[in-house]
């Protein structure tokens, strides 16, 4: 079980948390063209190493965060807040 | 004479306890402290299995956990029998019953010991070879033939009726390995004041030391220091012997399993047979020793061939001799040590063969001074001898040297497999021809095989002044000289356990085969359960001989878990049974209605009464809403408050439709998309003030609508002022549908005229003296409403009703009346692929941009030949087509020539079935369908796939009954009428159990509030408990209280009115946005207190509970097994929980389970009384 740190938290169990997908994904306004609204639905990186990536802390403080995931060692760092609400 | 070969006095069993045991029906006798092995050994028996692929006889090679060949059955009765199980490491207890493997009939006389005969035609890759053609022929005759004939042991068909326990820990340090080097190195940690844990797989720390009495360490015999060590390191390390470390994970979390009772001939009840530790480390120290390799030499095999190291082990810890005569075949120092000690024992030494030309050391004086023959630079060049070697044979061709023993030793190789585990590289030792760790490894398994050197090599593993122990009494050694390849022979053994020889690796590399990762999979050299402790290196080095590539360059096959083979019942742990998952109830008792499961849930299928069929009881069901009333308990919806001064913008974003310019006081239908634009959920938007919001979404999504909700809230509409809070178990809901629905709830309505509410409405108020949000909404078609009231409540509306003749039904009658109306399902008409335009709702998209709104303006999502809803009406009235049948068109002639599977098939496949019932309003059977094109194709026969042949369907819109007339009557006020009285309530009365009580808490007022940090200040001050802004920790003021369970989410807890708190809160809130929402009802508390507490919760509990990890004051949601809680500390000892009404059942039953062992023993302490 990985061992996360959640910025708020601090280190939780793999197991309150969620994956969110692939980080930094921009929404296209929806006057963009079917390419770029294909491919903000579907092209996502796939690295060997590391991937920039959102978790979520629930059950925990509920908080989607930005790390990044070693792909080969799964080991997650630089665990950081989204935006202040 | 009953053990012949029990020495007269000497190791570490208790003669004065004499026990009983029995080896395939033979009773036998041995002492508390044996093991099996050791026990056999003393009744000299060496024969007590036979190998895995020629059932060849074996005896016991070793004394440890590294044992290929001796693998027995231990039977304990119906569901206890364990095969497979390690004679070495299986503790003796009175009335043990194990059985040898792999034979038939006997031991002694072993049918499949013709496949010995056979061995030249069972080459490596031979199933690979043989078997191939005709393919038919592999699933009826070959596979079979070689399950049949494969295996070892076999597992009971009973179910297991032992209870398995699995726990989380967490420490400073762990130490895998509680022998010389373990034991300082926990002496040195725990003067650090760190915690620490400290494993040992055996049953008795001490490790090799157990073996050395003649040695001294600072004046203690060796034996008598690790008495001294331990009684230091209790109370202030957790010792855990029996306890193996299996694997490695991430981040240093290490797989331990203990086992409890195995080794117990009473093992009782309160205890768990074996527990699973998974244990996070900030450190791990190995301390796994090293384990002898065997020499690889023909005949190496037969029973009475074991390590040189073992025998020593026997004799010592056990006091069994190996046998009267021995040889021993060495590569090593370490040898002439066991050589001495049995001479000192009376044992003949009949010769020491050893492989190196001139050796030389403080031992190998020691043997030669007693006149030990020592043949230099020799070694054995066969073994005769059936059930028992009875002679070697010299490699100089001097003949046979008779003896009933061959002891060897080819060399130490240190215990490596957790290094490798965990994913960092091992460096090769040239001078022992040996992988070592890098790092936090000490003593043998770090290649230091000098006990002074161990001692002081562990006692320094945590920085700290270097210590030094007077060692006396034990020549120092070391790994021995790196292995040297034998040359290709049919029986020179390298696997012993998967019957490996070196002409089978030379095969492999003959064929072709250079990776050692491909040659062990094709020979299957190191893959048998022992995963090739004993082996690996001989392997490795005779498959560098054969390619040429030299050891280092060649390398080692990875490692993985587990080490030694853990039990399924062990990994299970409490996850089964009742706990495998949680079963939530909803709050209204159904009793006599018959189950199912949705979701997580079990929600009430129909109500038969007496002799009544289930499709009767539906027939019963769908009318009784059509031409009266009927009710559901529809508590199961998600809920979810959605509460800010952008909420109606922000559902707009979330829901197909526009809520903007939805009024207070109504509801609208809306879908929910995936970006994609696909159907993910659906539900009734009730809007109850400007900023409020009461939104539906079906059972098993609702989870994953908050999530989505949540996700889109806090990383895209960033900025939106606006809070979620799942209300789920904060309402109980009871659906009144049918044409009398209003007329029978009016009269417990005093302040809401259900008549006058227009559909899609709601309105707060009163059902008796409850207060309940009430929506006019159907699902059927006919007048419908929803009360959602307090879950306390419910079960006395419920009763009320049905006083009233109102006919409860249940969710398939509820598919019924909304397929007739062509209402899709969740789940059932989509299934993540299907757009709103498909089922017809491509009406509810408007105004705004909605999530998933761009994607249906794709190409693809515009095809005219989508998939769309409709209706099918079998041409035979009695027929009820299949749901998830295919529906098929006959082909057009470009069908025919375009589709290869249209020419085989016969027909092109159109459609499925989505939903199939029988209807009994209509009296016949009806579906719904996705068919390509289906709307272009209404009024055409199509087919519909079925077990008895294809069934003709006419194709309709995806409507079965008419609009029903508006009839709603006037309605004459009665004087209200009364509910039912409220029923008593009792708490589950827990078990008394000093060292960890539960008690269910009183109700008590929760408060969701969620604000900014400013508002959060105000309502802290006008509460008078401040609301904490460090995260996790909670603020008690007087009998207020306020916990951090998000930066914008505090839970209050308080005694006073939920209503008069919130409006207080409100009001300090001024202009500030707020959302606060009375969660009193959605969980209830239940308090964990006492000296065991945290050690329960861990059970269950994967976080550090350790005070200093989780102090007083802390608070956090978690996971209790699979339900999401609350946990709170209050106290050192006292934890509260707060836990969703429906999984309070599971919470304490889990409970219950952590602290079985506490409950019990308690008892038995109060019966001895
Ligand atoms: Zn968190």
Known sequence: MLLI????????????????????????????????????????????????????????????FNCERDTVTDRISNTSKIGPR | MTQPFRTAAGGRIDRSDRIQFSFDGRPLTGYAGDTL?????????????????????????????????????????????????????????????????????????????????????????????????????????????????????RSPAEADPDQYQTRYAHCDILIIGGGAAGLA?????????????????????????????NATIDGWPAPDWVREAIGTLNGSVTLLPRTT????????????????????????????????????????????????????????????????????????????????????????????????????????????????????????????????????????SGTEGR???????????????????????????????????????????????TWLPTEDAVGACAGVFDLGTCLRDGARAFGGETRSFAVLGIQAMTAGEPPVAAKPHRAAFVDFQNDVTTKDLAIATDEGFVSVEHVKRYTTTGMATDQGKTSNLNALTAIAALTGQGVEATGLTTFRPPYTPVTFGTLA???????????????????????????????????PQANETIAAAVARECLAVRNDAGMLDASTLGKIAVEGPDAAAFLSRIYTGDFTDLASGQCRYGVLLGEDGFIRDDGI?????????????????????????????????????????????????????????????????????????????????????????????????????????????????????????????GTDAMHVLRAEKGYIMIGQETDGTVTPGDVGLGWTIRGADCIGKRSLSLPDLKRADRKQLVGLLPLDPTVVLEEGAQVTAAPSAWDVLSNASVRTRGALSVGHVTSS??????????????????????????????????????????????????????????SAQPLLPLAEQQAPVARACPAVELVTLAPVTRLSVRAGSAAGTAIGLALGVLMPTVPCRSVITRNRAALWLGPDEWLIVAPDSASELAALARQAAGEHPVSIIDVSQRSGGLEVAGPRAAWCLNAFCALDLDLHAFPVGMCTRTLLGAAEIVLWRIAPEVFHLDVARSLMPYVRACLEESRVEFVDVQAESGRSK
């Open chain 1, 5 to 64: 740190s959640c910025p708020w938290c601090g280190p939780r169990p793999e197991n309150e948390f969620r994956y969110g997908g692939q980080a930094g994904l921009t929404r296209p306004a929806a006057s963009a063209d079917d390419a770029t609204w294909s491919a903000y639905l579907y092209l996502r990186n796939n690295p060997k190493g590391r991937h920039q990536e959102r978790w979520r802390h629930q059950p925990g403080c509920g908080r989607f």
């Open chain 2, 37 to 153: 092995a050791s026990a056999l050994l003393a009744n000299d028996v060496h024969l007590v299995g036979r190998s895995f692929k020629y059932h060849r006889p074996r005896g016991i090679l070793s004394a440890g956990s590294e044992e290929p060949n001796a693998l027995v059955t231990i039977d304990r009765g119906a569901g206890r029998i364990t095969p497979n199980l390690r004679a070495t490491s299986v503790e003796l207890y009175d009335g043990l019953t194990a059985r040898s493997q792999n034979r038939f009939p006997s031991l002694r006389f072993d049918f499949g010991a013709l496949a010995g005969w056979a061995a030249p035609l069972l080459p490596p890759g031979f199933v690979y070879k043989s078997f191939m053609w005709p393919p038919s022929f592999w699933k009826r005759l070959y596979e079979p033939a070689i399950r049949a004939a494969a295996g070892l042991g």
């Open chain 2, 185 to 213: 190195a926990a002496l040195g940690a725990s003067a650090t004041g760190a915690r620490v844990i400290l494993c040992d797989e055996q049953a008795e720390l001490g490790g090799g030391l157990l073996d050395e009495p």
């Open chain 2, 245 to 380: 470390a299996f694997g490695w994970y991430p981040d240093n979390m290490i797989g331990l399993a203990e086992r409890v009772t195995d080794h117990l001939a009473d093992p009782g009840s309160h205890r768990p047979r074996e527990r699973l530790w998974q244990v996070r480390a900030a450190r791990v120290v190995l301390a796994t020793g090293a384990i002898e390799r065997p020499l690889v030499f023909p005949g190496n095999d037969r029973p009475g061939i074991m390590l040189a190291g073992a025998a020593r082990t026997y004799l010592h810890r056990y006091g069994v001799t190996v046998g009267k005569r021995v040889v021993i075949a060495t590569a090593d120092d370490s040898a002439y040590r066991t050589a001495t000690d049995l001479h000192a024992a009376g044992v003949a030494v009949a010769g020491i063969v050893d492989r190196r030309s001139a050796p030389d050391s403080e031992a190998v004086q020691a043997a030669r001074a007693l006149g030990i023959p020592i043949h230099r630079g020799m070694t054995i």
């Open chain 2, 387 to 433: 059930l028992r070697v009875h002679s070697a044979r010299l490699s100089d061709g001097t003949g046979l040297i008779p003896c009933d023993t061959i002891l060897m030793s080819g060399g130490w190789t240190p215990s490596v497999h957790l290094f490798s585990q965990s994913r960092r590289a091992l460096i090769f030792d040239s001078a022992s021809g």
């Open chain 2, 573 to 607: 742990g409490s996850v089964r049974g009742d706990l495998f998952a949680p079963i939530r109830v909803p709050p209204i008792a159904t009793p006599g209605a018959v189950l199912e499961n949705v979701g997580t849930w079990k929600r009430a299928r129909c109500f």
């Open chain 2, 685 to 809: 938007i009730a809007r109850l003030a400007p900023d409020r919001f009461h939104v539906t979404t079906t059972t098993a999504g609702a989870a994953f609508v908050l999530h989505h909700m949540e996700d889109y809230l806090q990383t895209e509409f960033v900025g939106m002022r606006v809070w979620l809070t799942s209300v789920t178990e904060q309402w109980a809901v009871i659906a009144v549908q049918g044409p009398r629905a209003a007329e029978v709830l009016a009269p417990f309505l005093p302040d809401i005229d259900p008549g006058a509410m227009p559909p899609m409405s709601v309105r707060t108020g009163h059902i008796g003296d409850v207060a309940v949000v009430l929506l006019r909404v159907s699902f059927t078609g006919e007048t419908g409403f929803e009360i959602n009231l307090p879950p306390d409540h419910a079960q006395r509306v419920w009763d009320t009703l049905r006083q009233r003749d109102v006919t409860p039904f």
């Open chain 2, 917 to 974: 019932y029988h209807s009994p309003g209509l009296n016949r059977g009806f579906a719904l369908a996705l068919v390509a094109g289906g709307r272009s194709r209404i009024g055409l026969q199509l087919s519909v796939a079925a077990a008895g042949g294809d069934r003709p369907v006419t194709v309709t819109a995806p409507v079965f009954l008419e609009k029903p007339k508006d009839r709603l009557k006037a309605i004459t006020f009665s």
